[in-house]
């Protein structure tokens, strides 16, 4: 497993603009954004009976995983599982295709057919409900600008509009969803070994530290 850099800020309307104008000097848009140069990302969290996720993200906890799953512009064909895993402030990612049957399965309780299912990371989410109880706990749903930089697997993120839902309307694009608090907006920087000056300075913010803003966590705070 390769992992990944990864920084936050929070930026305002006039940040976005300006780096967005930065960014298209020097990197390109992720060719599966939409013609508007942004795409919906509609994720559904899991957590254990004690929140363990939520609490070690809060506390600070160095090295943890969590699993969610996830699809892009409300399209139900192109849907992922994923298990994101940080330790010593880099983070890597592991992914397997759900079908649409898989995910509906999974939100009604019928998790028998997983241990069987010939996937890895579907046993491990299985293995995960049985032992801890694992179950999907809430839908985090927001719009993203992606850029794309070649040297350094570089990708700079603007994602905005960040809301949640109830678990039982995630393969609803349509479902019920709430504001966070703050109607924040986030830019994320992820990159492997370094960081190229270029993108440094296209993305650069005077004045500002990273933060360690989760959007699981924001979106937690109705349930």
Same mark, same amino acid.
């Given at each position: 497993?390769?992992?990944?850099?990864?920084?936050?800020?929070?930026?305002?309307?006039? $940040?976005? *603009?300006?780096?967005? /104008? /930065?960014?298209?000097?020097?990197?390109?848009?992720?060719?599966?954004?939409?013609?508007?140069?942004?795409?919906?990302?509609?994720?559904?969290?899991?957590?254990?009976? /004690?929140?363990?996720?939520?609490?070690?993200?809060?506390?600070?906890? /160095?090295?943890?995983?969590?699993?969610?799953?996830?699809? @892009?512009?409300?399209?139900?064909? @192109?849907?992922?599982?994923?298990?994101?895993?940080?330790? $010593?402030?880099?983070?890597?990612? =592991?992914?397997?295709?759900?079908?649409?049957?898989?995910?509906?399965?999974? =939100?009604?309780?019928?998790?028998?057919?997983?241990?069987?299912?010939?996937?890895? =990371?579907?046993? *491990?989410? @299985?293995?995960?409900?049985?032992?801890?109880?694992?179950?999907?706990?809430?839908?985090?749903?927001?719009?993203?600008?992606?850029?794309?930089?070649?040297?350094? #697997?570089?990708?700079?993120?603007?994602?905005?509009?960040?809301?949640?839902?109830?678990?039982?309307?995630?393969?609803?694009? #349509?479902?019920?969803?709430?504001?966070?608090?703050?109607?924040?907006? =986030?830019?994320?920087?992820?990159?492997?070994?370094?960081?190229?000056?270029?993108?440094?300075?296209?993305?650069?913010?005077?004045?500002?530290?990273?933060?360690?803003?989760?959007?699981?966590?924001?979106?937690?705070?109705?349930?």
């Amino acid at each position: 497993m390769e992992y990944r850099h990864e920084i936050k800020h929070f930026i305002s309307a006039a $940040d976005a *603009a300006a780096i967005k /104008n /930065n960014m298209r000097a020097v990197a390109s848009i992720d060719p599966h954004a939409k013609q508007d140069g942004c795409y919906r990302i509609r994720s559904l969290y899991f957590d254990d009976l /004690n929140d363990t996720a939520l609490w070690e993200k809060l506390d600070g906890v /160095n090295e943890r995983r969590k699993f969610r799953i996830r699809y @892009y512009n409300d399209d139900l064909s @192109y849907i992922m599982l994923e298990c994101k895993m940080k330790r $010593d402030g880099v983070g890597c990612k =592991l992914q397997q295709r759900l079908t649409q049957e898989e995910l509906r399965c999974i =939100l009604d309780g019928d998790t028998r057919w997983m241990v069987s299912s010939g996937k890895p =990371l579907l046993i *491990a989410l @299985y293995t995960e409900m049985k032992a801890r109880g694992l179950r999907p706990r809430c839908v985090v749903e927001y719009m993203r600008v992606p850029f794309v930089y070649g040297p350094g #697997n570089v990708r700079v993120t603007i994602d905005w509009n960040i809301r949640t839902g109830p678990p039982g309307q995630f393969m609803d694009p #349509n479902g019920l969803t709430l504001p966070v608090d703050g109607d924040p907006m =986030l830019l994320e920087i992820k990159w492997d070994e370094y960081l190229p000056s270029v993108i440094r300075r296209a993305a650069a913010l005077k004045g500002r530290g990273p933060t360690a803003f989760s959007k699981y966590a924001a979106c937690r705070i109705y349930g």
